[in-house]
T-cell receptor
């Protein structure tokens, strides 16, 4: 299957700093990318959907000024957690898909990033 | 709105036991249904999928049938192995363009030899 690479896999940062997470589709063009957050022993919660070249659509309750998403190319999306606080500590997962609806590909997932804010 | 409900875990089985993980969904229209697996320390991988009613998805000995009348997509395997130990997520996606997967809470499966 297609490969989605997410980097870094783990990051520890100080409270108040910003952290950037990259998500790359290595062998296909990702028309749409999704960012999820996974809390311990809970499901993946969708944070935002981004289409290449346009602004991301955020889910209700997700602060767009805190979680900055950029999808500048068909192979790269970034999530920047600004002014991180300990409550932002979580597992963040990106997903990429080519096309839309039934005609699109399945969603491929990155390996996830474990963010710890101290 | 759309949602997925799957059975609470953890599920603990002995090797070669039969596995069922229940999943039901709420959705308008005809969503596509998926099972994803997350092995320890790894990202999610698609295990199987079904895109219309009565379709059966299968892979690696796992099966699930899209039942519209009961809005269910239960995961089954006849004989589990230790290597099947992982977290299993049921998910759906509506057929609207650009929509994301909606996941259940995940079920942890632990298989002992």
């Amino acid at each position: 299957g297609a490969v989605v690479s997410q980097h870094p896999s783990r990051v520890i940062c100080k409270s108040g700093t910003s952290v950037k997470i990259e998500c790359r589709s290595l062998d296909f063009q990702a028309t749409t990318m999704f960012w999820y957050r996974q809390f311990p022993k809970q499901s993946l919660m969708l944070m935002a959907t981004s289409n290449e070249g346009s602004k991301a659509t955020y889910e209700q309750g997700v602060e767009k000024d805190k979680f900055l998403i950029n999808h500048a190319s068909l192979t790269l999306s970034t999530l920047t957690v600004t002014s991180a606080h300990p409550e932002d500590s979580s597992f963040y997962i990106c997903s990429a898909r080519q096309g839309a609806g039934r005609g699109g590909t399945e969603a491929f997932f990155g390996q996830g990033t474990r963010l710890t804010v101290v | 709105g759309n949602s997925v409900t799957q059975m609470e875990g953890p599920v603990t089985l002995s090797e070669e036991a039969f596995l069922t993980i229940n999943c039901t969904y709420t959705a308008t229209g005809y969503p596509s249904l998926f099972w994803y697996v997350q092995y320890p320390g790894e990202g999610l991988q698609l295990l199987l999928k079904a895109t219309k009613a009565d379709d059966k998805g299968s892979n690696k000995g796992f099966e699930a049938t899209y039942r519209k009348e009961t809005t269910s997509f239960h995961l089954e395997k006849g004989s589990v192995q230790v290597s099947d130990s992982a977290v299993y997520f049921c998910a759906l996606r509506s057929n609207q363009a650009g929509t994301a997967l909606i996941f259940g809470k995940g079920t942890t499966l632990s298989v002992s030899s």
